[in-house]
């Protein structure tokens, strides 16, 4: 029997905790996956008091009979991933070359592209995306104009092709008139990541996947970021440069629809953002600052503060049906453990109008909310869903009747062990 890909994605804003289930995951599947984004993502895994943040590397890598793999749909700066490579070796993970493979289809991120994202950025001024500065855009952007330098180009006439790539951002830098850098010593460090990640197997991953899938392997799809920053479904232009929606999942590993198996949507009780755009649920006051601390909402790659709020029905329900989700998950309930009320946002209103559906732009629309009593009691130490407080086990209805997909797994801490299955 054919294996299948299941795909693991965020359906908010990002940050919603897949590092944390992808690992909880892994044992299940014989491949994790990565298919779009790059350093821009950062996800925690703590288990047995360590804590690591992958950026670039599958959540799988902790797993040593799991092969990770980068796809072609990712973008990837060597010196972040020796960076983060090198953390894992020293910290005794010292085969992940055998089990870690990297597409050669997948795209470079130059350290001029981090410059072009600074000077895009600074260009915008109160416009700005509010982006994670690692070069994402510019370099999804070169790829899209055929310009850009992929993985397996580091084997093949590499340094005429950097040599020329980099002169070309440097003439945009200086028609910006961005000219205030100093390129030296971050190109030094560049160069000997892209030495590094020489040493790793670069592969043409869309081949070895489906091999692995017809040979009965099942694959999970490690997403990154969330729906909502989809460059297509998004709320554009505050989004990020890649599919990080299902289709996503074929375009960036190079497989058929229809091995796709069962897509989790991944979601915290409550929401949060980071950097600009438009967010009807956020909250301004001190409940939302009290969300922030409880939830210790600070962004993984920037340390930025995360926009907080309520949970958003109107964004669920898109994001569910832009993805096809069969089954939920959602993380962080212990977050929301001390609040006398819960606020549900059903709706978006404007000028007398009100929706259910995601409007074009939501900018300028505001949340309409249902008031549910909360829980009252510490979720954390609960293992088995029979011991929910009432009034738990009254949200976790009231979303799975308003969203009509089941939640399977509930996350009540950041452990591997503070999450609940629940019965199918
Ligand atoms: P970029 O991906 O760095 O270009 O940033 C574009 C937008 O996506 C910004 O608002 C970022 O804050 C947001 N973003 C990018 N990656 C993540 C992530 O992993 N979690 C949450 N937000 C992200």
Not at 162 to 185: C, I, M, N, P, V
Request: net charge negative; proline share 4%; aromatic share 8%.
């Amino acid at each position: 029997m054919n294996g299948k890909v299941d795909a693991l994605l965020g359906i908010v804003f990002g940050d919603e905790g897949k590092g944390k289930v992808v690992d909880f995951f892994t044992p299940r599947y014989g491949v994790v996956a990565r298919f779009a984004g790059g350093p821009n993502a950062g996800h925690t895994i703590i288990f047995d008091g360590h804590k690591f943040v992958l950026r670039s590397i599958p959540s799988g890598i902790f797993n040593e009979n799991t092969l990770n793999i980068i796809g072609n749909g990712c973008v990837l700066a060597p010196d972040l991933f020796m960076d983060e490579a090198l953390e894992l070796e020293n910290a005794g993970y010292t085969s992940i070359r055998e089990r870690l493979h990297i597409s050669r289809r997948a795209h470079l991120i130059l350290p001029t592209h981090r410059l072009l994202d600074r000077a895009y950025e600074a260009m915008k001024g109160k416009d700005k995306v509010g982006t994670t500065g690692k070069g994402i855009g510019p370099t999804y952007s070169d790829k899209a104009a055929r310009v850009g330098l992929r993985v397996g180009d580091i084997l093949d006439g590499f340094e005429e092709k950097y040599a020329r790539l980099k002169a070309r951002h440097e003439q945009t830098l200086h028609d910006l008139g961005f000219t205030d850098y100093d390129l030296s010593s971050v190109e030094a460090h560049w160069l000997e990541g892209v030495e590094y990640m020489r040493r790793f197997q670069l592969t043409d991953a869309e081949n070895e996947i489906n091999t692995l899938l017809d040979e009965g392997k099942s694959v999970l799809a490690e997403g990154a970021q969330g729906s909502l920053l989809d460059i297509d479904h998004g709320t554009y232009p505050f989004v990020s440069s890649s599919s990080t929606t299902i289709g996503g999942v074929c375009t960036g590993l190079g497989i058929a629809p229809q091995r796709i198996g069962r897509v989790f949507g991944i979601f915290k009780a409550y929401s949060t953002r980071v950097g600009s755009g438009p967010f009807p649920v956020e909250l301004f006051d001190a409940t939302g600052d009290r969300i922030r601390e409880l939830g210790h909402e600070y962004g993984a790659v920037t340390g930025r503060n995360r926009r907080c709020g309520w949970i958003d029905l109107v964004a669920l329900r898109y994001a569910i049906m832009i993805n096809g989700v069969t089954d939920l998950v959602m993380m962080k309930s212990d977050v929301l453990d001390g609040f006398d009320t819960i606020r549900i946002c059903t709706a978006y209103q404007k000028d007398g109008m009100l929706t259910r559906e995601m409007p074009y732009n939501t900018e300028g629309w505001a949340a309409v909310y249902d008031d549910v009593p909360g829980w009252k009691a510490p979720l954390s130490s609960i293992r088995d869903e029979k011991d929910f407080p009432p009034a738990f086990s009254s949200y976790i209805s009231r979303l799975e009747n308003e969203l009509c997909v089941p939640i399977r797994i509930i996350s009540v801490g950041p452990d591997r062990d503070e999450t609940i299955i629940r019965s199918e």
